[in-house]
């Protein structure tokens, strides 16, 4: 067993017109899977860019929004999260503070599916 923190908030991220947002990588797999712990500080973000790979972005505390191509902030809590495929453009950020895992790998895919699960619709 090694017990470890994940909430370093090693790096701090400055591209795409981020602020008071930080990054720990955690974890790499095979096939370039990566895990990182993101801490977005209050009234902070990451700005509008395209995922590198397929993304799933899990907000552990806190509460803020997320944004896909259109640009919409949609709230998310703690316990929520989103699927970005590799290319599509996002944002995130919070009012009041958030930590999120963020897995990205060439292919993830959800296992649970169901009505708890909002797709947002085009337009």
């Known amino acids: 067993m090694n017990i470890f923190r994940f909430d370093r ?6 591209r795409f ?6 990054a720990t990588r955690l974890a790499a797999g095979d096939r370039q899977v990566h895990l990182t712990c993101l801490t977005i500080q209050p009234g902070g973000s990451i700005g509008r860019h395209p995922a590198p790979a397929t993304q799933l ?6 509460e803020g929004w ?4 259109s640009g919409e902030h949609v709230p998310i809590t703690a ?4 699927r970005w495929e590799s290319g599509e453009v996002h944002a995130s950020g919070t009012a009041t503070g958030l930590t ?5 790998g060439a292919s993830l895919e959800l296992l649970e ?11």
Do not use: D, N, Y
């Not at 169901?114 to 619709?121: A, D, I, L, M, S």
């Open 9 to 14: 908030a090693e790096t701090v991220i400055e």
């Open 17 to 22: 017109g981020s602020s008071g947002a930080r």
């Open 57 to 62: 972005f899990m907000v552990v505390s806190g």
């Open 66 to 69: 997320v944004a896909g191509p």
């Open 79 to 82: 316990g929520l999260g989103v």
């Open 100 to 104: 999120v895992l963020a897995l990205e």
């Open 113 to 123: 599916s169901g009505p708890h699960v909002r797709r947002p619709q085009p337009g």
